[in-house]
Structures are given as C-alpha cells and as structure tokens.
C-alpha cells in the first residue's frame, strides 16, 4: 500500500508576482494527485491538501473592484474548475480553513466541492485545561510553575481560542525572561 501525501498551503503563498503565475500555482496543487491517479488508478495514495486562510484566496468574485486586477477572481476560477476536473478522482481531499468563512466564494461551497462546513467554536473548560497542559509541559517539568495551577488558569481564560492561550504563555514566559 502506499502512503498518503499530504501539503499545507497558506493563502497568501499561492499569489505570485507574475501575470498567470497564480492560476499555474492553483494547478499545480492539483498536479501530483492527478499523476497517481493515471498512474495507480483506485490504488493510488490519498492526497490531503490543507488550505490555510481560505478566504484570503477564494473571496467572492467580484468583491475586488480591480485592486487585484481581476488575480482573485481568476483564482476562484482556476479553482472551481480544478475541483470540477477532479471529482472523479478518489484520491484528493482538500481540507480548507478560515476564520471568515462568509467571506468565502458561494460556488465554492456548493455540494460536490468544498460542501461540507464544520464550525469549531471556543474550547471548553476542560479543552482549555488540555491545552494549558500541553503548552506548560515543560514549565511544569522545570519547575517553573505547579500543575496544581492549571484549572485556575483555564477557568480565568473564559472566551480564549488555543491560540490565545498559547500567545499568553509565549508572552507570559518572554516577560519573565526579562
């Protein structure tokens, strides 16, 4: 059997300086899953595309009023019939994220493409406390502070995403090293 491929793409890298450069970037992330597929068949690795920052790439078309001159909406073409060219393929799945998800083109989230939406909240009082767990591991191995202490700080940081959480860590630790 073979092993699946898997790449994170990050919005704004696919955006290139070059005119057409874009759309070639688009087709390319659709590239190596198309050669195992003529090359394998049904027995070809799973291809796993992350896309970061979706709405940074796929806006509604139109919505650029030509700041861009015209790259996104070129791009959400590029996209949309890449997607429609490979459908029949089973071995691509494409996995995008945002924090905008309104801002995302509708054709996009049609049925067939990207059609699913999974919205993850806030974390919970126990998520927050895994998540302090995790990001003090080695402040609690040092030393530095008691594990006794976590379920205060996750019950304070009420409303804070994981990211938040580890920014007050980062900072927290910064600090003391000042």
Not at 13 to 35: H, I
Not at 47 to 56: G, N, Q, T
Not at 103 to 120: M, Q, T, V, W
Request: charged share 20%; glycine share 12%; net charge negative.
């Amino acid at each position: 059997m073979l092993n699946a491929h898997f790449q994170l793409v990050r919005g704004p890298e696919l955006f290139g300086g070059v005119v057409g450069s874009n759309a070639k970037n688009v087709r390319d992330l659709f590239a190596p899953a198309e050669e195992d597929w003529y090359k394998f068949g049904t027995s070809s690795p799973l291809h796993v595309v992350v896309i970061d920052e979706l709405d940074s790439l796929f806006p509604q078309r139109g919505t650029s009023r030509g700041l861009d001159g015209g790259a996104s909406d070129q791009i959400v073409g590029q996209f949309l019939s890449m997607l429609d060219g490979v459908m029949q393929m089973n071995n691509l799945l494409i996995i995008g994220t945002t924090n905008r998800y309104e801002l995302i083109d509708a054709a996009l989230k049609r049925p067939g493409r990207l059609g699913h939406h999974f919205e993850i909240g806030m974390p919970s009082l126990e998520g927050r406390q895994a998540i302090w767990r995790i990001h003090t591991e080695n402040l609690v191995a040092n030393g530095i502070i008691e594990d006794t202490y976590l379920p205060t700080l996750a019950a304070h940081s009420e409303g804070f995403s994981g990211a938040h959480i580890v920014g007050c860590i980062s900072d927290t630790v910064l600090e003391a090293q000042r």
